[in-house]
Nanobody
Framework: QVQMVESGGGSVQAGGSLRLSCTVS????????MGWFRQPPGKTGKQREG??????????GYADSVKGRFTISKDNAENTVFLQMDSLKAEDTAMYYC????????????????WGQGILVNVSS
């Protein structure tokens, strides 16, 4: 059974930085397409905004809203995916989720099979 645990969230002022981690057990991420998604506070349901993805070979993709500010990376040895978030804005406030199991690298939430429980990022202006 795949388990994914996010960490590194919290509160930060606009312009600041945070680094999220997603540690995976039960599956090797070395050949997986992994993604980070987010959902604004108070919004429920499975539909989430794609933020970034990383392919098994390390190729990456980003939503336009975070391009140039966020960086996705991974450590295969630690089976962990990271999301470095710089120049944070108030509109980045959300629950952030990592995901795995997409056949193709994608920013579409419904392409992924496994999800972490989410972690809150709160950016104050």
């Amino acid at each position: 059974q795949v388990q994914m645990v996010e960490s590194g969230g919290g509160s930060v002022q606009a312009g600041g930085s945070l680094r999220l981690s997603c540690t995976v057990s039960g599956k090797s991420i070395s050949d997986e397409n992994m993604g980070w998604f987010r959902q604004p506070p108070g919004k429920t349901g499975k539909q989430r905004e794609g933020v970034a993805y990383i392919r098994g070979d390390g190729d990456t993709g980003y939503a336009d809203s975070v391009k140039g500010r966020f960086t996705i990376s991974k450590d295969n040895a630690e089976n962990t995916v990271f999301l470095q978030m710089d120049s944070l804005k108030a509109e980045d406030t959300a629950m952030y989720y990592c995901a795995a199991g997409s056949i193709f690298p994608s920013l579409w939430w419904d392409q992924y099979e496994s999800w972490g429980q989410g972690i809150l990022v709160n950016v104050s202006s």
